[in-house]
């Protein structure tokens, strides 16, 4: 769910800003295009790049501070795939030629080091703000001095 939240941003962002979205292969990769020629529209097209990350950590930031019952598999799911996404595109996926760290670079919105610490500063709150919670309980997994792994956290609470 995370994931189509990130992509169906990209679109929304594309349609906005006049692109015409569209969705190909890039080395045997699912992408989205933003139908933008970013060499004549660099700013549409840095809009495009950052919609996905921006909306998936303001989806997960939202799950974080809006009262509701916590910790449900769904709720679970989407947070772990929205920190899996950031740090994804925060670590391998950075390079790619289709990547969003890349084009927002590349479209001199901001540097590679300025994206990987605006968005991994969000997840790596995100993070704390998880283990601190005890709704979120086995969410992270641990390594243990005899070799074996502890699933799950242990809150300062």
Same mark, same amino acid.
């Given at each position: 769910? /995370?994931? !189509?939240?990130?992509?169906?941003?990209?679109?929304?962002?594309?349609?906005?800003?006049?692109?015409?979205?569209?969705? @190909?292969?890039?080395?045997?990769?699912? %992408?989205?295009? /933003?139908?933008?020629?970013?060499?004549?529209?660099?700013?549409?097209?840095?809009?495009?790049?950052?919609?996905?990350?921006?909306?998936?950590?303001?989806?997960?930031?939202?799950?974080?501070?809006?009262?509701?019952?916590?910790? /449900?598999?769904?709720?679970?799911?989407?947070?772990? @795939?929205? !920190?899996?996404? %950031?740090?994804?595109?925060? %670590?391998?996926?950075?390079?790619? /030629?289709?990547?969003?760290?890349?084009?927002?670079?590349?479209?001199?919105?901001?540097?590679?080091?300025?994206?990987? !610490?605006?968005?991994?500063?969000?997840?790596?709150?995100?993070?704390?703000?998880?283990?601190?919670?005890?709704?979120?309980?086995?969410?992270?997994?641990?390594?243990?001095?005899?070799?074996?792994?502890?699933?799950?956290? %242990?809150?300062?609470?």
């Amino acid at each position: 769910m /995370s994931l !189509l939240l990130h992509e169906a941003a990209h679109v929304a962002t594309a349609k906005a800003v006049g692109g015409h979205p569209s969705f @190909g292969f890039d080395t045997f990769r699912p %992408t989205v295009y /933003s139908g933008l020629d970013s060499r004549i529209e660099p700013h549409k097209q840095y809009l495009f790049s950052v919609a996905g990350l921006a909306v998936q950590n303001a989806l997960d930031e939202a799950i974080l501070d809006i009262p509701h019952p916590r910790g /449900s598999a769904f709720e679970r799911g989407i947070l772990g @795939g929205g !920190l899996g996404t %950031t740090i994804f595109y925060l %670590t391998i996926g950075r390079q790619g /030629s289709v990547s969003d760290i890349e084009y927002i670079a590349r479209m001199h919105g901001m540097t590679k080091a300025q994206a990987t !610490l605006l968005f991994g500063g969000i997840s790596a709150v995100h993070i704390v703000r998880i283990s601190l919670d005890p709704h979120y309980a086995n969410f992270f997994a641990r390594p243990r001095p005899d070799g074996r792994i502890d699933f799950g956290i %242990t809150s300062g609470r």
